[in-house]
């Protein structure tokens, strides 16, 4: 007996009934990023393992424990995308987009990361990221963070997710802060959970953000980040958060987030629910001026956010602010001679009429009760029947499927445009 084969574990297939929410979503998302401007960029999903370790931070989880990396027959270390930045910022120095030059840029994809699967999170996820290349002010953080609460409002969720904002201050502030947090660690480090012992003294910030109930009361005591700010990281954080104010866009001061990537400074924000468990971060970024520098470019300002389409549909759906789409708007049915080939002209027509409508024409046989079945099943909102009759006149005969007590009209192909736009538009 021969054994199937199954996908690989957390990642998954896509049905039709899931495609069709997902296109629902990816066209808020492109709608929205493109009425700011956004330009769209794509980039391969295998990229040299070099990129990450120096984007990221070999320290980091991602690098250590969860990236898809191997040796290709040449001999090169690769590594499937673990996130888009350092992808997007690649492709940007390698094209001379971002030289003295601004540039803002969108993508969509997938990522691939090896963590344990979960609802929400799993090893093939998909990300829409936003990107911007060549401004230093907080103006353009608060553009971003308005971005996402406008994707927010137009799917209807705009009151199920927190904005959580924090600034993590400059290089040399971090630098200064880290000795002290490292000292404070170590004279508890019998408190800490294994993560924590173990990010003391590889990515000391990342403690901050530990989930372990002991750990976090722990660092009440901790010493303060913000004690090590100077004058322009509090300006551009009070300017930022005026904007924010200025705009309507709620926010909460979190202290204890850094994100789960080294290569950021300044402002950090995550966009929170409460709706998904565990699994709560919808969307998260934040400035990162000192990568460009580290991947081979000119000392470069850059901001962006990354964005869950997996726990976005996931939060979307659980709040019921989302179904699948019907299949097609009208179905085309038929008895008669030579039916098929008027059924297949009936439907080009109706096409090429009725932009943007869904026309399904209906293939093999049997009778007029199956093939109402059929067009009720695919979700239809108007059904086309054709018989020797309508053929002889050029006419059709409608039945509006979303009223069982309408009456059948019959009328000529050029009057139904009007009549089958009226039914699917009410």
Same mark, same amino acid.
């Given at each position: 007996?021969?054994?199937?084969?199954?996908?690989?574990?957390?990642?998954? %297939?896509?049905?039709?009934?899931?495609?069709?929410? +997902?296109?629902?979503? /990816?066209?808020?998302?492109?709608?929205?990023?493109?009425?700011?401007?956004? @330009? /769209?960029?794509?980039?391969?999903?295998?990229?040299?393992?070099?990129? $990450?370790?120096?984007?990221?931070?070999?320290?980091?989880?991602?690098?250590?424990? /969860?990236?898809? &990396?191997?040796?290709?027959?040449?001999?090169?270390?690769?590594?499937?995308?673990?996130?888009?930045?350092?992808?997007?910022?690649?492709?940007?120095?390698?094209?001379?987009?971002?030289?003295?030059?601004?540039?803002?840029? +969108?993508?969509?994809?997938?990522?691939?990361?090896?963590?344990?699967?979960? *609802?929400?999170?799993?090893?093939?996820?998909?990300?829409?990221?936003?990107?911007?290349?060549?401004?230093? !002010?907080?103006?353009?953080?608060?553009?971003?963070?308005?971005?996402?609460?406008? =994707?927010?409002?137009?799917?209807?969720?705009?009151?199920?997710?927190?904005?959580?904002?924090?600034?993590?201050?400059?290089? /040399?502030?971090?630098?200064?802060? *880290?000795?002290?947090?490292?000292?404070?660690?170590?004279?508890?480090?019998?408190?800490?959970?294994?993560?924590? *012992?173990?990010?003391?003294?590889?990515?000391?910030?990342?403690?901050?953000?530990?989930?372990?109930?002991?750990?976090?009361?722990?660092?009440?005591?901790?010493? @303060?980040? @913000?004690?090590? $700010?100077?004058?322009?990281?509090?300006?551009?954080?009070?300017?930022?958060?005026?904007?924010? %104010?200025?705009?309507?866009?709620?926010?909460?001061?979190?202290?204890?987030?850094?994100?789960?990537?080294?290569?950021?400074?300044?402002?950090?924000?995550?966009?929170?629910?409460?709706?998904?468990?565990?699994?709560?971060?919808?969307?998260?970024?934040?400035?990162?001026?000192?990568? #460009?520098?580290?991947?081979?470019?000119?000392?470069?300002?850059?901001?962006?956010?990354?964005? !869950?389409?997996?726990?976005?549909?996931?939060?979307? &759906?659980?709040? %019921?602010?989302?179904?699948?789409?019907?299949?097609? %708007?009208?179905?085309?049915?038929?008895?008669? @001679?030579?039916?098929?080939?008027?059924?297949?002209? &009936?439907?080009?027509?109706?096409?090429?009429?009725?932009?943007?409508?869904?026309?399904?024409?209906?293939? !093999?046989?049997?009778?007029?009760?199956?093939?109402?079945?059929?067009?009720?099943? #695919?979700?239809?909102? #108007?059904?086309?029947?054709?018989?020797?009759?309508? =053929?002889? *006149?050029?006419?059709?005969?409608?039945?509006?499927?979303?009223?069982?007590?309408?009456?059948?009209?019959?009328?000529?192909?050029?009057?139904?445009?009007?009549?089958?736009?009226?039914?699917?538009?009410?």
């Amino acid at each position: 007996m021969v054994m199937s084969i199954q996908a690989i574990r957390g990642m998954n %297939d896509l049905l039709p009934q899931d495609t069709s929410v +997902w296109q629902q979503i /990816e066209t808020v998302l492109r709608s929205v990023v493109g009425s700011y401007g956004y @330009s /769209e960029v794509r980039m391969p999903v295998l990229e040299k393992t070099a990129l $990450f370790c120096r984007a990221i931070g070999e320290v980091t989880d991602v690098v250590e424990k /969860e990236m898809y &990396t191997f040796e290709d027959r040449s001999g090169d270390m690769l590594s499937l995308r673990p996130e888009g930045t350092a992808g997007c910022v690649r492709a940007c120095l390698e094209h001379n987009l971002i030289y003295n030059q601004e540039q803002r840029l +969108w993508y969509m994809g997938p990522m691939f990361r090896h963590e344990r699967p979960q *609802k929400g999170r799993y090893r093939q996820f998909h990300q829409l990221g936003c990107e911007v290349f060549g401004l230093e !002010g907080p103006d353009v953080d608060a553009e971003l963070i308005i971005m996402t609460a406008q =994707i927010w409002k137009t799917l209807g969720i705009e009151k199920e997710v927190t904005l959580q904002l924090n600034t993590l201050g400059s290089k /040399e502030e971090r630098a200064s802060y *880290k000795k002290e947090l490292v000292a404070f660690l170590e004279k508890n480090f019998d408190s800490l959970d294994e993560d924590s *012992k173990r990010r003391t003294h590889t990515n000391p910030l990342r403690v901050l953000d530990s989930k372990d109930p002991g750990v976090i009361e722990l660092l009440k005591k901790a010493p @303060s980040l @913000s004690s090590h $700010f100077g004058e322009k990281t509090l300006n551009h954080f009070n300017e930022l958060k005026a904007l924010l %104010d200025a705009a309507g866009v709620a926010y909460e001061i979190n202290d204890r987030l850094v994100r789960g990537l080294d290569y950021y400074n300044y402002t950090v924000f995550e966009w929170v629910t409460t709706a998904l468990g565990s699994q709560g971060t919808v969307c998260g970024g934040g400035r990162y001026d000192g990568l #460009v520098e580290e991947l081979g470019g000119t000392p470069t300002p850059a901001v962006g956010f990354g964005l !869950g389409l997996e726990r976005l549909i996931l939060l979307l &759906t659980t709040l %019921d602010k989302v179904q699948a789409k019907a299949i097609a %708007d009208v179905y085309v049915i038929g008895q008669g @001679s030579d039916i098929q080939k008027h059924l297949s002209l &009936t439907a080009s027509y109706l096409r090429s009429k009725l932009d943007g409508v869904r026309v399904m024409m209906h293939c !093999g046989g049997g009778n007029f009760k199956k093939q109402f079945k059929k067009a009720d099943r #695919v979700g239809a909102r #108007v059904a086309v029947v054709l018989g020797d009759e309508e =053929i002889a *006149k050029n006419q059709v005969t409608l039945k509006d499927m979303t009223d069982k007590d309408a009456q059948q009209m019959t009328v000529a192909l050029e009057e139904s445009i009007e009549l089958i736009g009226r039914i699917i538009n009410k």
